[in-house]
Structure formats: C-alpha cells, structure tokens
Nanobody, 121 residues
Framework: QVQLVESGGGLVQAGGSLRLSCAASGRIFGISVMGWYRQAPGKQRELVATVPTGGNSNYADSVKGRFTISRDNAKNTVYLQMNSLQPEDTAVYYC???????????????WGQGTQVTVSS
C-alpha cells in the first residue's frame, strides 16, 4: 500500500513563507512525476507545480518566481517552498506522485490527504 503524507501547512500573513513537504511510503519500485495541486473554496483544483525525475520543473503562471518545487529521491519526498504568499494563495494543497509498485507495474497516481494554507491580508 502506498501512502503520501503531507505536512507544513498553516496560517501566515501576506508576504510570508511556508514550506510544504510530502513523503511517499509503502511498496514503491519507482516514482516518476511528483507535484502539487491546490483547491480554493468554490474553485476547481489547479496545478501548482510539477517536478519529473531528472527533468525540469513546471509552474503555474500565478506562482512563478514565488514558489519553488524540489524533491529528494532518496527520501521519496517532494517539497514546495512558498514565498511572498498572498491571500489568493489560500487553498488546500494536495501533493501527488506517479508511482509504480513493482518492476512490471504501470505507473499510477497517488494523492496526499491535503494540507490547508491560509494567507491573511
């Protein structure tokens, strides 16, 4: 069984910073893409950032220059450093990872439980 466990959310004032972490555990043969989505109240879930294995990161236009995604492959962990936070960044942030559980398995997407980020003005 694969689990993704997130941490690092909370309440911060506008202009502040937070760092989210998401660790994958369980039966894991390999991980390709890892990333973050977010969902604000009344809005659709939107992609924030992705980082493939050994590839270039991608960001939503709304977070470019403020957020940085990174991963530690040895720890099966992805991070999201969020700087210059604004009230419009308030949302539940979900991590995801594309994981194969055995050498013959296809890659499937797994999700974290979500962590709340609230930015006050």
């Amino acid at each position: 069984q694969v689990q993704l466990v997130e941490s690092g959310g909370g309440l911060v004032q506008a202009g502040g910073s937070l760092r989210l972490s998401c660790a994958a555990s369980g039966r894991i043969f390999g991980i390709s893409v890892m990333g973050w989505y977010r969902q604000a109240p009344g809005k659709q879930r939107e992609l924030v950032a992705t980082v493939p294995t050994g590839g270039n990161s991608n960001y939503a236009d709304s977070v470019k220059g403020r957020f940085t995604i990174s991963r530690d492959n040895a720890k099966n962990t992805v991070y999201l450093q969020m700087n210059s936070l604004q009230p419009e960044d308030t949302a539940v942030y979900y991590c995801y990872a594309s994981i194969a559980v055995t050498i013959v398995s296809t890659y499937k997407t797994y999700w974290g439980q979500g962590t709340q980020v609230t930015v006050s003005s």
